[in-house]
C-alpha cells in the first residue's frame, strides 16, 4: 500500500485540523508542567550503583563490589519526560503536520511509540529507583524492555497496514516485554517489607496508578484493532493515546512531586 501523495493529503479536513489543535493544547499543558517541575522542585536525588565482582584474597572468594558511579536528580528527570511529550506534541502540529496526517491516512502514528520509548521509559526509571533499585545495568535493561514494547507497537500498526484480517503476533510480544519490568518492579517493592524498610504510600499509590495507565495504552491498541464501539474510527483511538499519554504523566509526576520533590 503506497503512501499519500503530499498533493492528495485532505490537510484541511476538520478531522485533522482539530487534531492539530488538539496536540498543540496537549503540548502546552505538557510544556507548563515541565517547567513548573523544574521551577518548583527541590533537588533531591537518588543515587545509581554497579554490583560487580572482586575477588576477596582474605576470605578467598569473589565477592560483591557496590559502587556508586552517579545520581539522578530527580526534579530535572520529572521535567524531561513532560518536555518529551511536548516536543512531540509541537512537532506534530507544526512543522510535521503533513507528515502526521499522511501516517494518519495509513492508520500509523510512528511518532507517536518514538516518543513513548523515551518518556514512558524515563517514567519507568523514575520508578523503578523510587522502588529501591539503584543497579545501573538492571535500569538500562529496564529502560530497553520498555522501549522495546513501544517498538513492537509500531511493528504492529506496520505488520497490519491494509491487512483485513489483525496479526496479533506483535501485541502479544510487546505485552510480553512491557510486563517484565513490572514484574521486577513487584518483586523489589514485596521484597522491601514492612517496618522502617517499606517504602512510603506514594510509592504504593504510583505503582497502582500508573500501572493501570499503561495497561490502558494496551488496551486502547487492542479496541483499535477489534474495531469496537467509537474505536472503529481509527482518529478515536489516536486522541485517547493522546489523553492517556497527558494523564499518566500528570499522574506520575504530581506524585513524585508530592512525595519526594515538595520544597521543605
Not at 513490572?182 to 504510583?206: H, N, Q, R
Request: net charge positive.
Amino acid at each position: 500500500m503506497t503512501a499519500t501523495t503530499a498533493d492528495a493529503l485532505p490537510l484541511n479536513d476538520r478531522k485533522y485540523t482539530r487534531l492539530r489543535r488538539f496536540n498543540a493544547i496537549m503540548g502546552g499543558l505538557h510544556l507548563i508542567q515541565g517547567i513548573l517541575m523544574i521551577v518548583l522542585s527541590n533537588d533531591t536525588a537518588y543515587p545509581f550503583f554497579t554490583n560487580y565482582l572482586r575477588f576477596d584474597f582474605e576470605a578467598f572468594k569473589l565477592v560483591p563490589n557496590s559502587t556508586q558511579v552517579g545520581e539522578l536528580l530527580f526534579g530535572p528527570a520529572v521535567a524531561v519526560f513532560l518536555l518529551l511529550s511536548a516536543v512531540a506534541h509541537f512537532s506534530l502540529s507544526t512543522f510535521g503536520y503533513k507528515w502526521y496526517v499522511r501516517s494518519l491516512e495509513r492508520k500509523m502514528n510512528p511518532a507517536r511509540f518514538y516518543e513513548y520509548a523515551l518518556s514512558s521509559s524515563l517514567m519507568m526509571i523514575l520508578i523503578a529507583m523510587l522502588n529501591g533499585m539503584w543497579d545501573l545495568p538492571s535500569l538500562i535493561l529496564i529502560f530497553g524492555l520498555n522501549a522495546s514494547m513501544n517498538f513492537f507497537g509500531i511493528a504492529m500498526e506496520y505488520d497490519n497496514e491494509g491487512r483485513d484480517k489483525v496479526r496479533w503476533a506483535t501485541f502479544i510480544y510487546g505485552c510480553i516485554a512491557g510486563i517484565l519490568p513490572w514484574v521486577t518492579l513487584v518483586m523489589y517493592l514485596a521484597g522491601a517489607g514492612e517496618g522502617e524498610a517499606k517504602p512510603p504510600d506514594f510509592v504504593y499509590a504510583i505503582m497502582v496508578s500508573i500501572f493501570i495507565f499503561f495497561n490502558s495504552f494496551a488496551i486502547n491498541m487492542f479496541l483499535q484493532y477489534k474495531k469496537i464501539g467509537p474505536w472503529k474510527n481509527y482518529l478515536f483511538g489516536e486522541r485517547m493515546y493522546i489523553v492517556l499519554s497527558l494523564v499518566a504523566k500528570t499522574a506520575l509526576a504530581w506524585q513524585i512531586f508530592a512525595g519526594t520533590l515538595a520544597p521543605v
